[in-house]
């Protein structure tokens, strides 16, 4: 039952209608963002919990690994039957405790149940190669083997379909998983987390996730040390990306990083910009400019940058009507995560004003309790400003001319990051410009469709500063397995390879 004086009575509900046992209870508060309320308080994983973490997801690896790859798929199946079940008080949960209006956060968890049909076909289909071998009689084979335990460490902005996308392949890949949650959202990792546990325990499987609400010191930096973790698969900052990534590779260890996006918009001569205006609004507002997908920056060709911005005007004038309460079906825009991304908020409207943008909608911050902003729209009609080069998780969206498309390339390529950009155009030519080896240098790239909102089937990630991971669809699994490369002689003899004659006593004479 769930503790009255730990947990808030919506909250113990919520986790009743999910069927999954409410989250064990302790110090850490969990704060509701849109109202400031505490939702609930549970028990951070100190660094004896995150070695017991540890050592159950090495013994669930032992189990999962010998069961067929199917029979993997037919678990993530089960388990992404168990969440589309639960899509609308799992959905509710989500937004009660991350702040993404109700309509995104179905959204996130029909991500969830995507992901699991994905692996679930993967399971049928993820093969090796048979290769040529230059030594007669012999066969060369490529096999894909279970890689291990995975700690998984995820953000606030996707409590639960990050993991998905990261589990749901790695289970059917034979690899169990430790997740840390952002401390923001640990109550949609239990929930996630616990409808998971009773399908794979039911075929033997125990630890198949173990959620480590830990802090990120000593609990989540022993984890990252830990080499019982062969992969680390971490979502965050770039900041987070350059603590990590040096720690997993001191110990030879691999990491998926998917780190920050500062993602472009170009609207060009050519482009329909009744398509562009609504793609730019839902990239720049949608989560309330809390993805790593958001389109933070947004060129214009310079014949259509007045009637963009006046169209824009109008749409973020609507939108700013919606911002409240994430469970109210009306909202569009929730409240930011806390008190320190709207502060964030205020130093980047107040540091583009002093850089010479000019807020055409927005720029404020709403009177408490809950941590609202405005959508800001942030004209820069001279061009480039500096702070367009910082990724503000807020919804800020910048927007300067161009005055054609290889400057709006290049101004595209021009920050550290390299996620996701888009180009709206109606003119082949450009189409074939942006996506070429010399167009976006990011690793998801769109044409006439907005920055944020991917599909689980393509691979997710993003270059350079982003980390260089891929989660998600195409052939991202092959990050969860080890790769081994096999060859069986049948020919009796034994020819050496490179045509190397090298005898020696009792070889036939
Ligand atoms: C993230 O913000 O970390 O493409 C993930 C999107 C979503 C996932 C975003 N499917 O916007």
Redesign the pocket.
Known sequence: MPDATHTDPWIAATFEEIGVPPPPSGDLAVVDPATETVLARVAAADLAACDAAAATACEAFGALRRLPIPERGQLVRTFGDRVRAAKEPLARLVAREMGKCIAEARGEVQ?VVDICDFACGLSRSLAGRVLPSERPGHTMLEAWHPLGPVLCIT?F??PV??FAWNAAIGWVCGDSFVWKPSLHTPLSAYALAGLAAPVFEEAGVFGAVTVAVAPPTPGTLALVEDDRFPLVSA?GSCAMGRVVAPKVAARLGRTIL?LG?NNAAIIDETADLDLAVRAVVFGAVG?AG?????TRRLYVHASRYDEVLARLRAAYEQVIERIGDPLDEKILVGPLVDGRAVERFETAVATARAQGGSVVVGGRRRPGPGHFVEPTLVAVPGGGIDIMAEETFAPILYVAPVADLDEAIAANNAVEQGL?SALFTRDVGAMGRFLSAEGSDCGIANVNTGT????VGGA?GGEKATGGGREAGSDAWKAYMRRQTCVVNASGTLPLAQGIDWGVAGDPP
């Open positions: 991500e953000a902005n996707f379909a990050v979502t998917e996006g989560t809390q993805r790593c997908t958001t996701s944020s909102g991917a599909e997710f």
